[in-house]
Structure formats: structure tokens, C-alpha cells
């Protein structure tokens, strides 16, 4: 291997910097004390705690007094700049999705982002720049040298995105600093690109919640699955904080003191009481969640400390380390649900309990969420909203929608806030699962206000639970994934909400028994006042490795009478693109393996615009054709099968024959000639 050169490159590139005259600090010294203790915490080069030290580092300011990190790591060989995958990025994980070491270790620019995903994780800053620089000696002795610059940020989700090319420092320099952040500022991943970097993190997730369950289900005795979930919600809410306002709970805040006030319950709860002041969540609301989380983390076993730490410290620094980077860099996943998900397999239901919990897929919500026809001025309700999956997916879609048409900034804003704050309603009977529904759409932009801790059967009367409570809530988009064990297959949700509405239209996707009899009267009652648009029979894995069941999606129009004629859309969607799998250790269970965005995409303009949408998909997997409005059992059909024969059919048994008869001719001719 050659001579590194690293010393040299080292001197070259500080002196630029000196001649720029910027307050840079080397590997050993401090650059303040949030971003010293977050490398301190962060996983090293090589895997274990601490030892995170890049070669130099800055803080800078722009014109708008905004502050940008700068984390610079050197190397002294050639081909040692950067190691990018085959989509071009910074390939600092492996095929497990697991931390790649050795890239982060021997490259400089891999080096330098895994630095800045250290500030990501631990402190405020949500934009940094990374910097990697190598070089070489030629054959006459001179220094060649590259440079490579990174932007790493919470909106490319901590991977980077390459800004340009370099041949010094001299854009860090005051008087081009300026410039070269808005070029930073103009990076933009296209949504195709942010897609694959949420799949990615998302598989992240996944790993990540599996060790953390794993770790509190076997290292923390006297914890009940409950007691889990209100840690993790604590621990993250404590953990979000409010620029200026409020500050972050850090882990060395918590003391381990036995004193009522000063115990770590006490502080966490206290930080937790100032996020909710300051987000205005109404005092009703404020008073639920506090109390329900205070059921756990005051407790005495959970504070009692043992070898200077308490259980709760011990806890919130595993959940912290964790999970920390997933939701400060803003996933518009169901983080939450996940989470729930993972933790509900420790837990002793039956399969049918288990079929009552889990989780929606996020592609499969976003689908109902189109169905139902979401728009930025829609109302949107989901009557058993579980994690909250599917207001998550359906406040994104409002929120894009009033992105791409909405030109003004300040209307913009206002439509935001009305969207988060008016425009959706869940309700969920469980205490933990509507505890995991706030957090996730505290996470999400806090759209929490209308999540209610009601029987959507008895209790709710189609007011909003907060703020106007004596208006009804306006409801024209309904989505739903019912608890199966309820009456009707779930069905009776359904019929309940869609009553309450007076126009829209709802989609939800239920056990497909529920519309070939096992619901019966539920399905006759709801055709007399609502229309069956759609039927669509879901791939029968969708759910893998939690629930074993067959699905349809159903689509209604609202309050329209389903007349006789009316013409239904039956499509059979077995083949969604998607290949599942279920197995532990596989870096991806879901894979596209056959179009499968193209797919969902059409399925959607057929549900919409009908037949003349066909293009993926043939009239074997779309059928237009009619149901029996006092029958409620003849739901999901599918297209008939034409067993009149084809004059090509007769001249393939004709062309068959033929060839059979004269290869046994020539058979025969064959044995006479021996």
C-alpha cells in the first residue's frame, strides 16, 4: 500500500484555512460543547463509543445569522476520497443496513458524513457540511490533491448530497461563505430519490426497534408492555424540544436523585409538561397525557437507583441512542406504529387480538388515502386510528396537495396549520395505542388536536373533541382498518361513520368475508344509503408475518343510495408488483418486483376514471359489473371466465391434431423401414 501522505494534506488544507483567517479548531480541540459532547456519544470509526475526532472542525454563520457545522476529515492516499454505492451515495451502511465501518474509516468524505450524522442524532443543528480531502505525491514529488463537499442534512435524511467540485477551501472564506450556501440551499432531491432514501431508513427502523424491544424485554425486569410503550413516547416527546423555547432533555440531565421534584421521572415529566405548554395543546388533552404517562414514570421501582442509574435513565439513553436519528430528521413514516407493531409481538394475544392491531402498511395507507380521494380542503376521519397511520398518510397528502397549489407563503402557512389543527379526526379506545396515535402525529408536524381516547361506537357523536366542540366535524373522506373481531368483520364502524357524513367518499380495507356474507345486514343497511364504487382484492401476503388473512378494499360513494344498475368496479389486484418475504435477517422483506409503483398508480385511475385507464393491468383483472343492494354477501366478484370456444381456439385443436397424427405417421413409417 503506499506511503500515506496525510500529514501533508493536513497542512496544506489548515493552511488554507488559516489564510482565510477562520476560527478553525483540530482534532483534539473543543468547538463547543453540544457538538464535542455528540461526538463523544456517537458511534466511532470503528464501531465502539467516543472517539469521534475529525481532523478539523468550524462553526459558520450565513448573512441570515444561520449556523452550519463543518466537519473535515483528511486522508493521505490516493483513492481514498470517497466511497459511493450504486445509487451514488455515501455508502456508509451495508446490505443489513447496518453501520459500514470499514468505509467509514478508511474514506475521507465517508468519514466526515458519518461525523455530521453525529450532530443529526445529538444536537440542533439540522444542516452541516461534510468535507473530504486526500491526496498523493506524483512522480516529480508535487502534492495532487481532491476534495469532496457534502451537504448533510435533515432533509436528505442524513445520507448527503454532493454540492459541487473544489480545489481549496476557499468557499468556506467570509466573503464566499454566502454564496456557496445558497447553492447548498438549491440541492433538492427528486421525490423518486427521497422515496428510495425513506425506504432505506425506514428498513433502518425497523432493525433499530427490534434491538431496542429486545434489549427492554430481556435486560428491564418489572416493565409490562404498557410501561414500554409510555417510555418510548416520554422519552422521544422529552427528546423533540422547541428552538429557543424548549430545550432538548439530554441524558446527562437525568440525575438518578431519590428526592420527589428532583427524581429522573420528575424532570422528564417536567420537560414533557413544557412541550405541550408551548405547542397549545388544550388543556383537557394536556392533562390525559400527562397523567397517563405519569402512571409510569413516577413510579418507585422505575426511579429507584441502582449503581448511581435508574431504570428510566437506562431506558430513555437506549431509546435516545437508539432511535434518536429517525425522528429528528422528520420521517413521514408511521414511526409510532412500527414501533407498536414490534412491541405487540412480545405480547401473548391470540391471532385473531393480533389481527385486531396491526399495523397498515405506510404504501398500503397512502392507497387508501387516494381512494377516498384526499385533497388539502378535505376533512378526513378514521374511526379505529390505531398508531394513527392513516391520518399520517392522509394529512401528507393534504399537505402536498396545498403545497403544489397554493403560491403564497403566508396562505400557505395558515392552510398548513388549519390542515394539522381542523382537518383531521381520529378516535382509539386503548389508552397505549391513543398514546402512540398523539406522538406519531405529534412527530409528523403536530396534528394531534383531534385525536380522541373514545368508543367510537358509543361515546362519539361527531363533534370535535377540541377546540370547537360544539361543531360537528365536517367529515367528507373516511379511511379505515377496522379490528376485525368486531361486528361484521369490522363493518359496523363502517356503517356507523359513513352515516355521519354527507358527502365524500371512504375507502377501507377489511377482511374480504365481510362482504361475501359474513356481514350481511351491515352491508344491506349500508347500501341503502351509500354506493359500493369499488372492490378490490388485495394480495393475500399484505400483512406477512403478523396476520394470515384475506383483504378487499372497499370504496363508497356517500350518501347516494346504491341503485341496482349502479355499475361496481371489481379489480383484482393479487399481483400488486411487491414480492414479501418474511424472513428476520433479509435487509429488504418488500421488494418491487414487477412495476409495482405503476401499479398502485393505476389501480388508483381505474378506480377513478374506469376501463380506459387498462394499461398494466387486462379485463381479467378488471370487471365492471353489478351487486344485489338487498343481498349484502355478493361483494367481491371477479371477471367472468368466456368458456365459449374461439374460432382460434379451433384452429389451434385442429393444428394440434394434425401434428400429432403425422408425427405418429412418421413414427410408423419409421418402425417399417427396420
Known amino acids: 500500500m503506499a506511503q500515506s501522505i496525510e500529514p501533508n494534506i493536513a497542512d496544506l488544507a489548515n493552511g488554507w484555512l488559516k489564510s482565510y483567517k477562520l476560527d478553525y479548531k483540530l482534532e483534539q480541540e473543543s468547538l463547543n460543547s453540544q457538538i464535542d459532547k455528540a461526538l463523544k456519544e456517537y458511534e466511532s470509526k470503528g464501531g465502539g463509543k467516543g472517539g469521534n475526532r475529525p481532523d478539523a472542525k468550524l462553526l459558520l454563520k450565513d448573512k441570515n445569522t444561520n449556523y452550519f457545522p463543518v466537519l473535515i476529515e483528511y486522508k493521505g492516499v490516493k483513492g481514498k476520497l470517497e466511497k459511493l454505492n450504486s ?318 397549489s397554493i403560491p403564497s407563503p403566508d396562505e400557505l402557512t395558515q392552510k398548513q396549520i388549519k390542515i394539522k389543527a381542523e382537518q383531521l379526526l381520529g378516535l382509539e379506545l386503548l389508552s397505549s395505542v ?43 373522506a373516511f379511511v379505515l382498518n377496522p379490528p376485525y373481531s368486531a361486528d361484521g368483520n369490522g363493518m359496523v364502524f363502517v356503517q356507523k361513520a359513513l352515516d355521519m357524513m354527507n358527502k365524500g367518499y371512504a375507502a377501507i380495507i377489511i377482511q374480504n368475508s365481510a362482504g361475501s356474507g359474513k356481514a350481511k345486514e351491515y352491508c344491506k343497511k349500508i347500501l341503502e344509503k351509500h354506493t359500493l364504487y369499488a372492490s378490490i382484492k388485495m394480495p393475500v401476503d399484505i400483512f406477512i408475518g403478523k396476520a394470515s388473512v384475506q383483504t378487499n378494499i372497499y370504496v363508497f360513494k356517500v350518501n347516494e343510495k346504491h341503485h341496482k344498475d349502479e355499475m361496481v368496479k371489481f379489480i383484482d389486484f393479487s399481483n400488486d408488483g411487491y414480492t414479501r418475504t418474511n424472513r428476520k435477517k433479509a435487509s429488504n422483506n418488500l421488494k418491487d418486483t414487477d412495476r409495482a409503483k405503476q401499479r398502485y398508480e393505476e389501480l388508483v385511475n381505474l378506480v377513478r376514471f374506469g376501463k380506459s385507464k387498462l394499461s398494466i393491468f387486462t379485463d381479467k383483472e378488471y370487471y365492471e359489473g353489478n351487486i344485489d343492494p338487498t343481498n349484502g354477501a355478493d361483494w367481491n366478484q371477479s371477471s367472468p371466465i368466456d368458456t365459449k370456444p374461439t374460432l382460434e381456439d379451433f384452429k389451434k385443436t385442429v393444428s394440434d391434431y394434425l401434428t400429432w397424427e403425422v408425427s405418429n405417421i412418421l413414427k410408423s413409417k419409421g418402425a417399417e423401414g427396420k
Open 87 to 404: 445509487n451514488g451515495q455515501v455508502e456508509n451502511k451495508t446490505a443489513k443496513n447496518e453501520p459500514n465501518f470499514k468505509n467509514i474509516k478508511d474514506f475521507a468524505v465517508n468519514g466526515a458524513v458519518h461525523y455530521a450524522n453525529a450532530l443529526l442524532h445529538h444536537t440542533n443543528y439540522t444542516d452541516i457540511i461534510a468535507i473530504g480531502m486526500t491526496g498523493y505525491k506524483d512522480a516529480k514529488g508535487d502534492i495532487q490533491h481532491e476534495i469532496g463537499v457534502y451537504f448533510v442534512s435533515k432533509d436528505n435524511l442524513g445520507v448527503g448530497q454532493r454540492v459541487g467540485d473544489f480545489s481549496d477551501f476557499s468557499f468556506l472564506a467570509d466573503k464566499n461563505f454566502d454564496s456557496f450556501i445558497e447553492d447548498v440551499k438549491n440541492l433538492h432531491l427528486t421525490q423518486e430519490e427521497l422515496d428510495t432514501l425513506k425506504a432505506q431508513k425506514e428498513k433502518e427502523i425497523d432493525a433499530s426497534l427490534v434491538k431496542l424491544n429486545n434489549d427492554i424485554y430481556q435486560n428491564e425486569k418489572g416493565l409490562g408492555e404498557n410501561d414500554r410503550v409510555y417510555l418510548v413516547a416520554a422519552s422521544i416527546i422529552a427528546t423533540i424540544g422547541i428552538p429557543n423555547k424548549v430545550p432538548v432533555l439530554d441524558k446527562t440531565d437525568l440525575k438518578s436523585q431519590t428526592f420527589v421534584g428532583g427524581r429522573d421521572g420528575d424532570i422528564v415529566i417536567g420537560r414533557i409538561t413544557a412541550f405541550l405548554n408551548e405547542k397549545g395543546i388544550p388543556q383537557e388533552k394536556k392533562e390525559l397525557i400527562i397523567r397517563t404517562l405519569s402512571n409510569t414514570l413516577l413510579t418507585e421501582n422505575i426511579n429507584k437507583v441502582q449503581n448511581g442509574e435508574s431504570q428510566l435513565k437506562r431506558v430513555f439513553t437506549k431509546i435516545v441512542d437508539d432511535l434518536g436519528i429517525y425522528y429528528k430528521i422528520g420521517l413521514t413514516t408511521d414511526f409510532t406504529g412500527k414501533l407498536f407493531n414490534e412491541m405487540y409481538g412480545w405480547l401473548g394475544f391470540s391471532q385473531d387480538k393480533l389481527n385486531d392491531v396491526v399495523l397498515t402498511p405506510s404504501y398500503i395507507g397512502t392507497l387508501l388515502v387516494k381512494l377516498a380521494r384526499v385533497n388539502k380542503d378535505s376533512y378526513v376521519w378514521d374511526f379505529a386510528t390505531g398508531s394513527a397511520g392513516l391520518l399520517v398518510a392522509a394529512m401528507n397528502e393534504m399537505l402536498n396537495d396545498a403545497k403544489e
Open 434 to 476: 391513543y398514546m402512540l396515535a398523539i406522538l406519531n402525529m405529534i412527530l409528523m408536524g403536530d396534528g394531534s388536536s383531534n385525536i380522541l381516547n373514545k368508543d367510537s361506537l358509543a361515546d362519539f357523536d361527531g363533534n370535535y373533541g377540541f377546540g370547537k366542540t360544539d361543531s360537528k366535524f365536517p367529515a367528507d
